[in-house]
């Protein structure tokens, strides 16, 4: 093997080494994101940004796919120091049909695109081709997100210079869509999960009886307002603290430890799910009677206790108990 022949492989591997690592520097960048705090808009931002900086493009943009309308708009970008509003707006303006222009095309192939030149580019139909050329763009990549069988949306880069394309760099970013259409579904999760704890919060803490919750080993983590009412405590005085400290008389907290530990073993519980009278403690150590609904939680491998509570000493419960 000639000395030229083995430069050349040399040089072949030493670019196929750096193009591992930056790979690998890409997805690591994108892993810690997936462990910062923040919305589902920052997520994407700062994955458009980590990408662009990691391709030397100058802009990255993320395309969402509409299936009611059945088109990808153009919602989130990120710019490095050009900004690009000629280019930036031709995006904006534009609803891709699947198979129209770039984004259109990546979100019928499912597969990524890349336009090493723009000037030589043919056959993809690029709309915004006139504007990108005028704004400077000379080549550009793009990448659907799968989720499953289905294509939730496109990003998509450009860059001032020329792109060098390999397969493996498409087998990448095809997998790479993967990645990022999981850490944004998962983040949509997460949103949807808080907001229904923030409505549940909401509702609970407006409901006409205290709400009280546990957990497995007894200590408080819901208090509501009402819950304060009643018993004179502050939430934020009670949350980790044992129940029975809190409201339970002392002759009856042998009983409430025995009572959770059945159902814990044993699944079964006599004071569940049905009205039960009992006195408890207000924070001022005097008694009253109160009626309660105690009822387990389980979900999201989570064994919780929730309880409702009436104060029974109020002249209209009496009322109201005496009919019934």
């Known amino acids: 093997m000639s000395e030229a022949v083995m430069l050349s492989q040399l040089e072949q591997l030493k670019k196929q080494l750096a193009e591992k690592a930056c790979q690998l520097d890409l997805m690591t960048s ?22 662009s900086r990691a391709n030397n493009c100058v802009l990255g943009q993320f395309w969402i796919v509409r299936s009611d309308d059945n088109v ?92 060098d394309t390999r397969d ?37 803490n407006h409901a006409y009886n205290a709400f009280i919750a546990i957990n497995e080993a007894s200590l408080i983590t819901e208090w509501t307002s009402r819950a304060t009412d009643l018993f004179g405590w502050d939430k934020e005085e009670v949350v980790g603290k044992p129940l029975a400290e809190i409201i339970i008389p002392e002759r009856y907290r042998e009983a409430h430890m025995k009572g959770l530990f059945r159902y814990m073993t044993t699944k079964e519980g006599p004071v569940l799910n049905k009205p039960i009278r009992a006195p408890a403690l207000k924070k001022d150590g005097t008694e009253i009677p109160v ?3 105690i009822f387990p939680i389980e979900a999201l491998d989570m064994k919780r206790f929730g309880a409702f509570i009436v104060d029974c000493s109020r002249p209209e419960m009496e009322a109201t108990i005496r009919l019934d």
Do not use: M
């Not at 994108?30 to 990408?51: K, Q, T, Y």
């Not at 493996?168 to 993967?178: P, V």
């Open 291 to 293: 009626e309660l609904l």
């Open 30 to 51: 994108l892993a810690s994101l997936a462990n910062e705090p923040g919305s589902i808009e920052h997520v994407v931002r700062r994955s458009l940004e980590i990408i």
């Open 72 to 163: 990808v708009t153009c919602t989130d970008w990120y710019h490095s120091t050009f900004s690009l509003p000629d280019f930036r707006q031709a995006s904006l303006d534009r609803r891709l049909s699947k198979g129209v222009g770039l984004g259109g095309r990546v979100w019928s192939t499912g597969l990524p695109i890349f336009i090493p030149d723009l000037n030589t580019e043919k056959g993809l139909d690029f709309t915004r081709k006139s504007v990108a050329i005028k704004s400077g763009i000379k080549s550009g990549f793009a990448f659907p997100l799968k989720n499953g069988p289905f294509i939730t949306a496109v990003c998509e880069f450009f860059s001032f210079e020329s792109l």
């Open 168 to 204: 493996s760099q498409g087998l990448f970013y095809e997998k790479l869509g993967i990645y990022l259409a999981t850490v944004i579904a998962q983040r949509e999760a997460d949103y949807a999960l808080r907001q229904q704890e923030s409505l549940n919060k909401i509702v609970l």
